[in-house]
DNA sequence: GCAAAAATCCAAAGCGCTTTGAAAGGCTAC
DNA sequence: GTAGCCTTTCAAAGCGCTTTGGATTTTTGC
């Protein structure tokens, strides 16, 4: 009836018969208000339905719990379907701490600058650091900013410290390569994500390692490197398969190129496992899944290294939130490992 | 060297010997500011690096340079991967422009309410209506709360009026359902979205309508309505090839299910085209797409109707902006045509 | 040359919240 | 009864911007 105009604290105070000061305090959780106090302004305010301007508590708290979340867009102009999937997890634990998001596009080059504005303008409380480069310029800035940050991966850099949260991807694909040896297979191919990012670097390193371990050449012409999506996985093998000496077995980086591979082999008429033995990257991408969530009864088709992407949204996001509420406690880092699960696409390679 | 503390509109002022009032209206390009100071405030504005505060200026201006996307998590607790797309297109437009993305997550029956509270918070501009369902009740309340919005889509309530932007859905699949007819078709599936959304309804009306035009009854073992993932289409496709009258076709609401239509069918030892004729609406996923943008020289995949999510996205989002800076001119809304392509997926019915 | 009009610029009042520093009220202890 | 100590409440000063309603200066018109 009366809610012509929107209540603010100077009118629910009026109300109350109480000074702004106490009212705020008593919605604030203070410890200096009578319980009896904070109680009537409660269910004042609520009956009132009053609820506090963010810009102006922003202006005065400097808090404006916004978390930020600056994303390029990769070479083919899109948001990494990965990321979705990311910051549906994130997005959850912000919801429930009472935070949004803050999403920027933008290119890497330009991160930089972004960021110093971002915490110069005070537009956000935090932010998480996306697709972390081998060697990475925004750590650097982000540290002498003094903004809160968590990385989602990590960087090689020495010297500057930072939290971190990421798979190890050294030891994910260095397992599934020495699996795939077991197997028997000797021309194994890595269908890598971009090696610019710190994450396809180290998949490499555990591919090559393992290779080395079984006294085993890299061959440069089983190795690629490209935004993961569907048709890069088809055209890698493509290629390859048209090589004197194809590959046996494909590591692939993750699902989506994973895809391609299949549909590349579907058409030259072979069959994953039987003739050609996979093993993917599995973010648990939620619009690919299949029999994951479901009781686990069914064989996944890909035989895979898995590690949620969306669990580690929600993580990283709570390590943020903890970084923005306790700014000078030690900095956190976590390695997650990857589940090694067989799917219907390895098989000991077919006999010459 | 100075940059100790950061530089506001006093401090700026008072190094020129100017009032705030005029600083701040040369900044904001104001005509009553003659152009030589103008100048001259630009240049020490640049020179001292001052950004006006967001939280400040939105307190005094009522604007937040937000524009809010309040996004469900579908029933597998995922955001939909056509929305990272959507999003790529539209936050490049808001890029441009200066305004940021509130990206919030919560479930379709809670965002009646968080309407009413960003708008009495102020604390976006406006707002996207994701996902619209046949009859909406986010429309009505988004129009009497007065914030501006666009509709990604339609809903088909009568009465309130507003802007939106959708594809012509029903003649898409009158269209491609027509295509299948004349080849000889008879028993044609339908794979289609989640029928609370208006977009799957309408995609069916047009679906049916072709059968009717035909003389064929529609049978319902052929219509599937699910979200729209991959594990979706390789389900249904088992289960109607299971049936004593398998379908000769499918029409399929996104290529990721068609992805599983094609998986399934390859389980089954079928090739796409030649033995089951495969239609999808490709939203042009970023992370699927083959030769579109590469010339057109390829053949596509997939016998599609096409139309870029990634565009709407654009599209909407400066609708939107235009709404917002005039919020009194008429509504705007747009349908657009898809593209029917032909690709390998489609051919006449195999003789029994 | 002078009144009127136009062009510039300014002081001060918000916007709605948090927070400092102090006052008032209520209680205990002697 | 009163000094002293919590407890509870408050007035007022920001936070950094925009904007109203003049004031001042410059230009224009005749």
Redo the contacts with the bound molecule.
């Keep these: 009836m009366n809610a012509r105009k929107t209540v603010?604290?100077?009118t629910l105070s009026e109300t109350l018969?109480?000074?702004?000061?106490?009212v705020?305090?008593a919605l604030?959780g203070f410890p200096?208000?009578?319980e009896k106090?904070r109680a009537r302004v409660i269910e004042a305010a609520q009956r009132l339905n009053y609820r506090?301007?963010p810009s102006?508590?922003s202006?005065?708290?400097g808090k404006s719990r916004l978390i930020g979340h600056v994303v390029s867009l990769s070479e083919h102009i899109m948001i990494n379907p990965h990321f979705a999937d990311f910051i549906a997890g994130a997005g959850e634990t912000y919801a429930q701490a009472g935070y949004d998001i803050l999403l920027r596009l933008a290119p890497l080059e330009e991160q930089v600058r972004i960021y110093s504005n971002l915490a110069q303008d005070q537009r956000v409380d935090g932010v998480v650091v996306h697709g972390p480069q081998t060697s990475d310029s925004r750590i650097g800035i982000l540290n002498s900013l003094g903004l809160p940050f968590v990385v989602h991966g990590r960087c090689d850099e020495e010297g500057s410290d930072y939290s971190w949260m990421d798979v190890n991807n050294r030891r994910a694909f260095h397992r599934a390569a020495k699996f795939l040896l077991d197997l028997g297979h000797r021309r194994i191919a890595l269908v890598n994500g971009l090696e610019a990012m710190n994450f396809a670097h180290r998949r490499r390193q555990g591919y090559e390692i393992a290779l080395e371990e079984a006294g085993i050449a890299v061959d440069p012409a089983l190795l690629h490197s490209e935004d993961m999506v569907e048709p890069y996985g088809y055209r890698a093998t493509r290629e390859m398969m048209d090589l004197d000496d194809p590959p046996t077995a494909v590591l692939v980086a993750s699902v989506l190129p994973a895809l391609g591979v299949t549909r590349a082999l579907s058409d030259l008429g072979l069959r994953p496992g039987d003739d050609v033995s996979i093993i993917a990257f599995d973010d648990c991408l939620s619009f690919l899944q299949s029999g994951y969530r479901g009781g686990g009864r069914e064989i996944p088709y890909f035989t895979a290294m898995r590690s949620s992407i969306r669990e580690a949204g929600k993580r990283v996001a709570q390590m943020l939130l903890d970084r923005i509420e306790n700014p000078d406690a030690p900095l956190e880092s976590e390695l997650w490992e990857a589940d090694f699960v067989i799917g219907q696409t390895t098989a000991p390679p077919r006999r010459r």
Aim: proline share 4%; net charge positive.
């Design positions: 603010n604290l100077k018969g109480l000074s702004q000061t106490t705020s305090r604030n200096e208000v009578a106090t506090p301007s102006a508590a202006l005065a708290t």
